[in-house]
């Protein structure tokens, strides 16, 4: 491989881990109260009401329905609206973590909801106003679920951030397609997925290690 | 009132029990003045929590179910009072009503005659950390040490950091768990996971513990223990102890009265001894039955309705307790007197509880004849059945 290609191969990274890295971001800070939110207005949760609960979980439902591929498209008035380009690393970060918001949402959602209600009424009991109770007990209880499901988000986000290379994001999947498949050069599409499989492999290493440490107590 | 609730309540013996082994330094977690002199002469009929023709409906897919119908019940101050009844029978609603877990739908709960349904909601803030509550399954936070389990209550409270470390020192050693502070919750057994409930409950300094079930999850040499801590609390702490159980065994062991649940309906209620010594309700005598004298299998196989030929000794069952009056024991000389010397024990005993005799006793009268001998057996201080022959 030369020169250049390595180059190029080492901005690709650079682009992708900027995509996944500010995308993962975004969908943390919004997923996390997106959870909450669908959680306590769930019928018999802390803030009961039916009439969030049901739109929020139909939009939800609505972006997990859609395939990333015509996301991507779809969304783009709204990302020249953001970015002010529907072209590059910051225009695809838009698509990507819109789709990953409600995917770890309902992730996260799962994990508050196995959180035992008894350790719940427990903190009721002890005097805990409701938001201290989903800052103080639901949130820490439920934080193992909550980073092994991030961890799947951001490996769910590596491959959309591939996929977003194909309308021009730039990054590893812009240089698998524009050289591994489009000039048959198969040396930068075995080397664009050793990156992908080694980013993957230490994603998850991280994330299987941090949920068995918090688990383990 | 039983001897030793009044040794329990009265202000001189309190005092010694504040001065001996360190606990005055406990008791300056006290942040009120006026409740640790409330607390140092808790008075006797002095109604804490009181319910008032309290209802409780649960809609539920097939329609209304009542789960409370219309209980009228006063919990004293510092006393340990129980409430038993078999499962389904509405006793885990009507500890919820205390501290508004569970409202109420008709009546009223009053808490130092504060209407409990009434409460503003920082006043039910207010009212949840003066009531501390412990649970079958312990439902400590898994993702928190001990130290930060007891700290939670206090943190959400807003307690100075130092003053959280002072009671959560001072109630791991008052709950024997010194040194578990960083340990985790599924490193400690069940006994040990209730006792950092007990401590976390009295974090916030409570005057009445509510306990759901607190020992049913835990094997009967466990629950001894539990229970002799809950009662040491109620000594040294003054607190009001509400528990609920399906167990007997437990009212028997730590509790001064017992109110008893059945079908959401209260069917009896008074102080325990009385209540064991004398049940009158048949959910009250189905739940003692594990606890009552029975006659033995080998008997119980040979008795006959009737004196036969080889079946001619009679089986009186003597039934004493319940009745004011039996702070001494049962006297022998009576039992002899009017049964004379053919008269022998074959099963039973007597025991005590809160200061009263009671119990049961099988006698069996060699050749006795069943109308003469409960003529006879007038003379005896105690309930009498004819069992039948053997």
């Not at chain 1, 491959?159 to 812009?174: F, H, Q, T, V």
């Not at chain 2, 306990?211 to 539990?226: F, R």
Request: contains cysteine; proline residues 4%.
């Amino acid at each position: 491989m030369s020169d250049v290609m390595i180059q190029a191969l080492w901005g690709a990274f650079l682009d992708t881990l900027t995509m996944v890295s500010v995308s993962a971001l975004i969908a943390w800070c919004a997923g996390i109260p997106l959870a909450v939110l669908l959680v306590t207005t769930a019928r018999g949760g802390i803030f009961a009401a039916p009439w969030i609960h049901r739109p929020l979980a139909w939009v939800i439902n609505g972006f997990r329905a859609t395939p990333f591929i015509i996301l991507l498209v779809a969304l783009i008035p709204l990302t020249r609206l953001i970015v002010g380009t529907s072209i590059g690393v910051w225009a695809a970060i838009v698509p990507i973590s819109i789709s990953a918001t409600p995917f770890f949402a309902r992730v996260v959602e799962v994990s508050l909801r196995e959180v035992d209600p008894g350790v719940i009424e427990a903190a009721q009991a002890m005097g805990l106003k409701p938001f201290a109770i989903i800052s103080r007990v639901m949130f820490p209880e439920a934080l193992p679920g909550i980073i092994g499901g991030f961890t799947i988000t951001l490996v769910a986000m590596i491959g959309a951030s591939a996929m977003a290379g194909a309308i021009g994001a730039g990054g590893l999947g812009d240089l698998a397609i524009r050289y591994g498949y489009q000039r048959y050069d198969t040396t930068v599409m075995i080397a664009v997925i050793a990156i992908l499989i080694a980013v993957v492999c230490i994603i998850q290493f991280i994330g299987d290690r941090s949920v068995a440490y918090l688990r383990s107590r | 009132m039983s001897s030793s609730y009044e040794l329990r309540t009265s202000g001189a013996s309190y005092d010694r029990l504040l001065s001996d082994d360190g606990f005055a330094a406990f008791a300056g977690i006290e942040p009120h003045a006026d409740d640790a002199v409330e607390r140092q002469a808790p008075r006797a009929g002095d109604a804490h929590i009181v319910f008032r023709g309290l209802y409780k409906h649960y809609h539920t897919a097939r329609g209304s179910v009542e789960a409370l119908k219309g209980i009228d019940l006063e919990i004293g101050r510092a006393e340990i009072f129980g409430i038993i009844g078999r499962s389904g029978a509405g006793k885990s609603s009507l500890i919820r009503t205390i501290n508004r877990l569970e409202r109420v739908s008709g009546g009223s709960v009053e808490i130092d005659g504060q209407d409990v349904q009434r409460l503003s909601g920082n006043e039910l803030v207010r009212l949840r950390r003066r009531t501390g509550m412990i649970f079958q399954h312990f439902n400590l936070l898994r993702s928190k040490s001990v130290f930060e389990n007891l700290a939670l209550p206090a943190r959400a409270a807003g307690l100075p950091r130092a003053e959280i470390r002072r009671r959560v020192e001072r109630l791991l050693a008052l709950v024997g768990l010194e040194g578990k502070a960083d340990v985790f919750p599924s490193r400690l057994s069940g006994g040990q996971k209730q006792r950092v409930g007990i401590a976390r409950a009295l974090m916030l300094d409570p005057k009445v513990l509510l306990c759901d079930e607190a020992t049913s999850a835990l094997d009967p040499e466990t629950t001894q223990t539990i229970l002799a801590l809950l009662r040491e609390i109620n000594r040294r702490l003054g607190l009001t102890i509400v528990l609920i159980t399906h167990e007997m065994a437990v009212i028997r062991e730590v509790c001064d009265r017992v109110a008893v649940l059945e079908h959401g309906e209260l069917v009896e209620s008074g102080p325990v001894w009385q209540v064991f010594g004398a049940p009158r309700h048949d959910a009250t005598k189905a739940m003692l039955a594990p606890l009552a004298v029975r006659l033995p299998e080998d008997l119980a196989a040979r008795l006959r309705g009737a004196p036969q030929e080889g079946h001619d000794t009679l089986v009186l069952k003597l039934d004493y307790g319940g009745v004011e009056g039996r702070q001494e024991g049962v006297g022998l000389g009576r039992i002899l007197a009017a049964l004379g010397d053919r008269a022998m024990l074959l099963h039973g005993g007597i025991d005590r509880l809160q200061g009263h005799a009671q119990g049961s006793l099988l006698v069996g009268i060699k050749g006795g004849d069943a109308r003469a001998a409960l003529e006879q057996a007038a003379l005896i201080d105690a309930r009498i059945e004819v069992v039948g022959y053997v």
